[in-house]
Every structure is written in structure tokens, then in C-alpha cells.
């Protein structure tokens, strides 16, 4: 099975744009008359007929439309700092996207060594991987925000911090109940070299969990995908 | 904390091989005197001075040494059909020694897609990846070896397969009880398109525990990363 992906939707008629044309035509061969699955991105899925190929368009004919296809009863956002290493980024969103996250922002923290993200590549990124896990609903990306303005906008009750400071820091699996209770789950993940204590009284203030994530050495982007892997498994218990 | 390997250690004085030194000197330019953490892969640290430097070499005279460090009480075994990306096959060992694994087989299934894999390069990755999260003990890593004879050389009880066959898979919470009861555990991931219905054949006769990973279709290397990442969780519960 192979998505495509398209915006271009109007009444019953799909447009893919040349990018996705190219590879329905040069690369699957498609012809006339065959069927397709197109997403949209925003959770669609249409199926349809490829009924007119141009130099650079192909047009589908819609004959089926799935809302909501395969979307989940949770909501898991990651609130990352970036990594350095930009690969690292995409690597992260893709491997988020494949276990399933449903938003992820970038926070600028003290420590964090990268200022900037290249959010452009990163919803490349995001739209191939979403295709390529055959989903239909690219995640939210947010253009990087200092951690302080990003906690005092997202003040909601679920939120989850991975920090090394020596406290109370409890498993995931112990906030459970919290997490099966509630749809929006939020997890924090820091840069290397940790949240600053600073940063860290501000978490407590807001009232987030701090949570560990095991008693390994976990570079960033790989502590980003195991949050998420283990916040998709205590959900689907 | 920085992590220097050799496997030359003779009564209280440890070499460094070139490449270490090389590190140790130029770019952390470490100075006689200076102290210095080495482990051996085998799950030994030692702690020590660096006592001289050659051209080639460094060496350091022993202080301290703390066996078994930070091993765990269960034992973790992956056993992946390899995939065609060698790339994506070295993401997959760095990512899972990061997460903690123990042992990483290479299966040859009827879809594997590569009959060989590159260990010497599996090994170096290992080892830096052992070194960057500060763990003493380098995982076993085997070199391919067709299904049928892993099954029936590891014909232990706990073993699981992820395989995506309509039957009666199950979550691996609902395994917790043999996995806390156990010490050792064995994940097999399939090549992309699956294992074919023989081989879930032979696994049903061998009564390992078919499982599933979620909903999301997972590429086989993410398929590994999630599985260790869920077997270390449900261990530390």
C-alpha cells in the first residue's frame, strides 16, 4: 500500500502536485485507471481513481472518503530542545511521527547549544514519514519558543518534565491513571546537559511531573522517542 | 564523564590504543597527571591517572575499579531481520545500546532483504555508542544466521515475536508477570513485509509469545528501538 499526499482537493477531484506526480508516474507506474489513496494531511483519507495524467499533474477522482482515519483517542505533544546536529532533528521527527505524536515544539532552554530549527525541512520531514507509516494527519510542528514563554503558554495540568535533578521523580508508568484519564499529554525533554535549576523551579511552580525515563544516558533526540514510545504504550493499556 | 576503552590491561596499568589516545590528547588534551575513566566492554570501569604519554599511546595506572558497573537484573536480546539501509541497521544498534540491550542477533528470514551484514562496522558503533552512554559492557552481537536455526539453537520459553498475523497477539504489559519472573528475554522483529506464515509456523510450535507494538506500522529498525525500549520499562516496573 502507498499514500500520496495532496492539498489540492476540490469537490470530488484531487490534484497531486508535481513532486507526487512524479513518483505516481516515474517511479510506480501508475496508468489511468488505477486506484490511489491520497491524504491530506489535516487526518483524510480519499480513495479514488487516477483519471487524467499532464506533464505534470495527476488527477484522482474521489470515490471513497475516510474522516479521521486511524486516529487515536490521546493526544501526545513533545516539547524537545533541539539538537545541534540538525540530522538528529529530523531523525526524532520522523521516528516520533512512526510511534505517534500528534505535536511537537522546539524549546530554546539555557542550555540549549542550537537557536534555530529549519522548520521548512522538518515538514518535509514529517509529511514523508507520514506517508511512509501510512497515516493521515501530519503532526503540529511549532517554530522554536524560549522554555519559559512555552510553559507559561502551555499551563495545562499533564505535563511531564525529564530532568536528572535529584528529586522525587517517578516512572511514567506511575502516573498511569493520570495519563488514561486524560486526552492531552505533554512531555518536556531538555537539552544536553539538562534543565538549569532555574528552569526546573519554574516546572515545579507549574505544577509539571517530574518523570524518569530510566537509569540510562539517553542522548536528547533518543530520550524524545522513547517518551514517546512509552506514552503510546501506557495509553494503549 | 567521558569514557575511554581498552582491552589492554595488564596488572595496574592500562594502554590506550591510538585512536583513544589520540582522543584523549588532542582533542580533550588530556595531560599526565589528569584522571581517567576506561572501560573494558566486559562490564568492568576503571578509574585511574594517566601516568605517561607516547607518540601512540597513553597509559594509565589503575586506582579504582568497579565491576559490573551499572549492569542490570535482566538481560535483553534482540533478534532483527536486517535491513537493506546498512545505515538504518547501525542507527538500530546505537539507539538500542543507548536504551540498554544485552545481546543483538541478526536473523536471515524469507524476506530479509540483505544476507550479510557488516559486524566489523556493527562493532565500532557499539563501542562508541557503549562509551557515549557511559556504560562499561559492550553487547553481544552476532552475526547472521538464518530463522529456523536461531529458533531452534534459542529454544528457551521467553521469547517474543512481533509478527503482524490476525491472531491472538497481545501487548507486552500482558506479559509483565513472566517478564519480572525472568531474567532473560528475547524479541524477534520480522523483515519489512513480515515473516512469512511458515516461519509464524515454527515460532507457534516453538510457543513463543506472539505480540504486537501498537497500531502504527513501525519500519523494522523503530520496530527494534520501540520493543527494547518497552521490555527495559516493563523491567524497571
Redesign the interface.
Known amino acids: 500500500m502507498e499514500f500520496f499526499y495532496s492539498d489540492d482537493i476540490h469537490d470530488d477531484v484531487i490534484k497531486l502536485n508535481t513532486h507526487e506526480s512524479k513518483h505516481c508516474i516515474r517511479v510506480l507506474r501508475k496508468k489511468e485507471g488505477e486506484s490511489l489513496n491520497v491524504v491530506d494531511g489535516k487526518g483524510t483519507l480519499y480513495q479514488g481513481n487516477l483519471i487524467s495524467i499532464t506533464k505534470k499533474n495527476c488527477y484522482v477522482r474521489i470515490d471513497k472518503i475516510f474522516e479521521n482515519y486511524?486516529c487515536?483517542d490521546y493526544y501526545i505533544h513533545i516539547a524537545i530542545s533541539p539538537i545541534k546536529n540538525h540530522d538528529r532533528i529530523e531523525?526524532f521527527v520522523e521516528?516520533s511521527i512512526?510511534?505517534?505524536v500528534d505535536e511537537i515544539s522546539f524549546i530554546r532552554c539555557e542550555r540549549t547549544l542550537r537557536k534555530k530549527i529549519k522548520l521548512e525541512r522538518l515538514h518535509r520531514t514529517a509529511l514523508s514519514a507520514m506517508k511512509?507509516?501510512?497515516?493521515a494527519k501530519i503532526p503540529i510542528i511549532n517554530d522554536i519558543i524560549d522554555f519559559d514563554d512555552f510553559v507559561n503558554v502551555n499551563n495545562k495540568s499533564n505535563i511531564f518534565i525529564c530532568h536528572l535533578e535529584n528529586e522525587n521523580r517517578k516512572?511514567?508508568?506511575h502516573y498511569r491513571k493520570e495519563i488514561s484519564d486524560n486526552y492531552k499529554h505533554c512531555i518536556l525533554i531538555g537539552p544536553e546537559g539538562d534543565f538549569t535549576s532555574n528552569e526546573i523551579k519554574l516546572s515545579k511552580k507549574m505544577n509539571h511531573h517530574p518523570i524518569t525515563l530510566?537509569?540510562?544516558?539517553?542522548?536528547t533526540e533518543?530520550a524524545g522517542?522513547?517518551s514517546c514510545?512509552?506514552l503510546?504504550?501506557l495509553n494503549?493499556?
Open positions: 486511524s487515536r531523525w521516528k512512526e510511534i505517534g511512509q507509516t501510512l497515516k516512572n511514567l508508568f530510566g537509569t540510562s544516558r539517553l542522548r533518543t522517542v522513547v514510545s512509552i503510546n504504550f494503549t493499556l
